[in-house]
């Protein structure tokens, strides 16, 4: 069952807007159009696969202008929360061909933002946090970085899941009094509160 | 699409010709306390820098830039320079971009600030950013400025200062903020740098870990299809009274991976066909700048095991941490279109400079900034002029 893939996309643009006197410099904006196509197309490959299993989310859509013939290629980045699995499908966009697609696991990738929206919504409504920023009601906005964040240990409850982190801040100014908070999207549990110690 | 070019006085530096089609005035300013995060689709531009900057034009950059913001950044999108006023504009790079910003922290986190955060946004500059020789275009999301970079060469009583072109932009990467630098000297040397600054992660904040900068460098000197790359070492084993300089082919012809030694001076050269007007065949060379080097031993993390790969061009081989399967197919990287890729690090070990104090909670707070630490590399030309580049 795919989950989210109807999200709006998280695409990469980069553009050259100076025509060049050596090479042709390929379109490098994604039209609508070329963004459902790129989608569709790596959405028929990993089902052709076999691969859409549980929740997968399309986390990004990068594309990379080349000067050699003027071609264009994107790469559509996928996640699968069974395996922990990271899936990359490179698109040729001016031959609308798929030339590759990559499983790869525990590949750290972008949050959809519907993860970004469940981990805020999971964090919010743990009592230690809630309690926590209950200190800043009523003064002003607080606002949250999201990261993903993974561990090579082991035993790590966090090794080889979708763990996300989250720091409160109001502007640019993290809260004095507000958790240092992660969420474990894999298994939708929060952890939160543990304390920083000094340095030498 | 058209192209624009004009010549400009920059901030009343003479002399140098910018076509900056994308150009705009600065506008949407940052405020105090509070940065604009950018985000713009279709920015790039052009500019030719000569130089000397002021004085009568002998050697010159022509500069692509692109702004992929969310995403790598400032990209390095072309690169040609010129060794004379009469040659012919030589190609030196195609492509240049930071394809991943690993951060690896010494309790075991993992954190990959452009493969997996794909929300940060370039910041927009104001005039304080820029300096006093700079400015900013595309809305303030690229800061470019010429540089003093100290004396180029001496001889006695004769001497001719350094001149940098030098085009950066801030990636603003939650807590912490990437400077990206790219300079482009008048001798033909290409500066690549990252600066890691901003607030240390919170939870984290007294924990060292490595800001390791991971290049894709698509160099294509002259004729793309005809590039070779060479490992250069110095060797003075123990007991010999001698050094030697050994040139071989990058792990023997076919894609792979290359340690730095600090001992060897290790360098990557990558030679065209063509020849300078000594019958040499012309060349770029890339020396790191080093602080030292780290390797980590977690699953997924073989791409640190080696400071320099080399593949052959493919376009849709982006991502540095896929370097081992690419190299995996072995393919021939002999007089053919190459990438390089590299990895520069600084490694910081957080200190009471960083605004690191205990707070009333008993917790570690922060209230200044890690001033920024660089890494990075050069790419130097190598017999591309036949003589000594801006001597009389």
Same mark, same amino acid.
């Given at each position: 069952?795919?989950?989210?893939?109807?999200?709006?996309?998280?695409?990469?643009?980069?553009?050259?807007?100076?025509?060049?006197?050596?090479?042709?410099? =390929? @379109?490098? $904006?994604?039209?609508? +159009?070329? *963004?459902? %196509?790129?989608?569709?197309?790596?959405?028929?490959?990993?089902? &052709? !696969?076999?691969?859409?299993?549980?929740?997968?989310?399309?986390?990004?859509?990068?594309?990379?202008?080349?000067?050699?013939?003027?071609?264009?290629?994107?790469?559509?980045?996928?996640?699968?929360?069974?395996?922990?699995?990271?899936?990359?499908?490179?698109?040729?966009?001016?031959?609308?061909?798929?030339?590759?697609?990559?499983?790869?696991?525990?590949?750290?990738?972008?949050? =959809? @933002?519907? $993860?970004?929206?469940? +981990?805020? *919504?999971? %964090?919010?409504?743990?009592?230690?946090?809630?309690?926590?920023? &209950? !200190?800043?009601?009523?003064?002003?906005?607080?606002?949250?970085?999201?990261?993903?964040?993974?561990?090579?240990?082991?035993?790590?409850?966090?090794?080889?899941?979708?763990?996300?982190?989250?720091?409160?801040?109001?502007?640019?100014?993290?809260?004095?009094?507000?958790?240092?908070?992660?969420?474990?999207?894999?298994?939708?549990?929060?952890?939160?509160?543990?304390?920083?110690?000094?340095?030498? | 699409?058209?192209?624009?070019?004009?010549?400009?006085?920059?901030?009343?530096?003479?002399?140098?010709?910018?076509?900056?089609?994308?150009?705009?005035?600065?506008?949407?300013?940052?405020?105090?306390?509070?940065?604009?995060?950018?985000?713009?689709?279709?920015?790039?531009?052009?500019?030719?820098?000569?130089?000397?900057?002021?004085?009568?034009?002998?050697?010159?950059?022509?500069?692509?830039?692109?702004?992929?913001?969310?995403?790598?950044?400032?990209?390095?999108?072309?690169?040609?320079?010129?060794?004379?006023?009469?040659?012919?504009?030589?190609?030196?790079?195609?492509?240049?971009?930071?394809?991943?910003?690993?951060?690896?922290?010494?309790?075991?986190?993992?954190?990959?600030?452009?493969?997996?955060?794909?929300?940060?946004?370039?910041?927009?500059?104001?005039?304080?950013?820029?300096?006093?020789?700079?400015?900013?275009?595309?809305?303030?999301?690229?800061?470019?400025?010429?540089?003093?970079?100290?004396?180029?060469?001496?001889?006695?009583?004769?001497?001719?200062?350094?001149?940098?072109?030098?085009?950066?932009?801030?990636?603003?990467?939650?807590?912490?903020?990437?400077?990206?630098?790219?300079?482009?000297?008048?001798?033909?040397?290409?500066?690549?740098?990252?600066?890691?600054?901003?607030?240390?992660?919170?939870?984290?904040?007294?924990?060292?870990?490595?800001?390791?900068?991971?290049?894709?460098?698509?160099?294509?000197?002259?004729?793309?299809?005809?590039?070779?790359?060479?490992?250069?070492?110095?060797?003075?084993?123990?007991?010999?009274?001698?050094?030697?300089?050994?040139?071989?082919?990058?792990?023997?012809?076919?894609?792979?991976?290359?340690?730095?030694?600090?001992?060897?001076?290790?360098?990557?050269?990558?030679?065209?066909?063509?020849?300078?007007?000594?019958?040499?065949?012309?060349?770029?060379?890339?020396?790191?700048?080093?602080?030292?080097?780290?390797?980590?031993?977690?699953?997924?993390?073989?791409?640190?095991?080696?400071?320099?790969?080399?593949?052959?061009?493919?376009?849709?081989?982006?991502?540095?941490?896929?370097?081992?399967?690419?190299?995996?197919?072995?393919?021939?990287?002999?007089?053919?279109?190459?990438?390089?890729?590299?990895?520069?690090?600084?490694?910081?070990?957080?200190?009471?400079?960083?605004?690191?104090?205990?707070?009333?909670?008993?917790?570690?707070?922060?209230?200044?900034?890690?001033?920024?630490?660089?890494?990075?590399?050069?790419?130097?030309?190598?017999?591309?002029?036949?003589?000594?580049?801006?001597?009389?």
């Amino acid at each position: 069952m795919v989950k989210s893939l109807s999200i709006p996309l998280c695409f990469v643009v980069i553009s050259l807007l100076a025509a060049g006197d050596e090479a042709a410099q =390929a @379109p490098a $904006e994604l039209t609508a +159009a070329e *963004r459902t %196509a790129a989608r569709a197309l790596a959405e028929q490959a990993l089902k &052709a !696969r076999d691969l859409l299993r549980g929740k997968v989310y399309l986390t990004r859509i990068e594309v990379f202008p080349d000067s050699r013939g003027a071609k264009r290629h994107a790469i559509v980045t996928h996640y699968r929360y069974d395996g922990d699995l990271g899936i990359r499908t490179a698109i040729d966009l001016d031959r609308k061909e798929v030339t590759a697609v990559e499983t790869i696991p525990h590949l750290p990738t972008s949050l =959809a @933002p519907e $993860e970004v929206a469940e +981990a805020d *919504r999971l %964090a919010r409504a743990d009592p230690v946090v809630a309690r926590a920023l &209950a !200190r800043y009601a009523g003064m002003g906005k607080i606002e949250v970085d999201a990261v993903i964040v993974s561990t090579v240990i082991p035993d790590d409850p966090r090794f080889h899941h979708r763990t996300v982190r989250l720091a409160f801040r109001r502007g640019r100014e993290y809260l004095l009094y507000a958790p240092f908070v992660e969420v474990d999207l894999t298994t939708g549990t929060v952890r939160a509160d543990r304390i920083a110690t000094g340095h030498d | 699409m058209s192209r624009f070019r004009s010549a400009v006085c920059l901030l009343g530096v003479a002399a140098a010709v910018i076509a900056l089609p994308g150009d705009t005035s600065p506008r949407g300013a940052a405020q105090p306390g509070r940065p604009d995060l950018g985000g713009r689709a279709g920015l790039g531009g052009e500019i030719i820098q000569e130089y000397p900057v002021g004085g009568a034009m002998q050697t010159a950059w022509k500069v692509r830039y692109a702004v992929s913001s969310p995403g790598s950044g400032l990209v390095i999108a072309g690169a040609w320079f010129k060794t004379t006023p009469q040659a012919d504009w030589l190609k030196v790079l195609e492509n240049v971009r930071l394809s991943e910003i690993f951060v690896p922290y010494n309790n075991g986190s993992r954190i990959y600030d452009v493969g997996a955060q794909g929300n940060y946004r370039l910041l927009r500059h104001t005039a304080e950013d820029a300096g006093p020789t700079g400015r900013v275009h595309e809305g303030g999301l690229v800061v470019q400025e010429i540089r003093d970079a100290g004396v180029l060469w001496k001889y006695y009583d004769k001497v001719r200062r350094a001149q940098d072109l030098v085009l950066w932009s801030t990636l603003g990467a939650g807590n912490y903020n990437y400077l990206m630098e790219y300079s482009f000297r008048g001798d033909g040397t290409i500066g690549c740098r990252l600066g890691s600054t901003g607030r240390n992660l919170p939870g984290h904040e007294t924990t060292g870990h490595m800001h390791h900068a991971c290049w894709r460098i698509d160099v294509d000197l002259d004729d793309a299809e005809h590039n070779t790359v060479y490992l250069v070492k110095r060797q003075e084993p123990k007991g010999m009274r001698q050094a030697t300089d050994v040139v071989t082919l990058f792990n023997g012809g076919v894609e792979g991976g290359a340690a730095w030694s600090p001992q060897e001076f290790t360098r990557l050269r990558v030679q065209a066909r063509r020849k300078n007007g000594q019958g040499k065949p012309i060349a770029y060379e890339l020396i790191p700048h080093r602080q030292g080097t780290a390797r980590h031993w977690g699953g997924g993390e073989e791409f640190t095991h080696y400071d320099f790969w080399v593949t052959p061009y493919r376009g849709n081989e982006q991502h540095y941490i896929q370097l081992p399967r690419f190299a995996a197919q072995k393919r021939k990287i002999v007089d053919t279109d190459v990438v390089i890729w590299h990895v520069s690090s600084a490694y910081h070990l957080p200190r009471d400079e960083d605004g690191l104090f205990l707070g009333p909670n008993g917790r570690v707070q922060v209230r200044g900034v890690a001033l920024a630490t660089w890494c990075g590399f050069d790419l130097r030309p190598r017999n591309v002029f036949d003589k000594s580049p801006l001597y009389p």
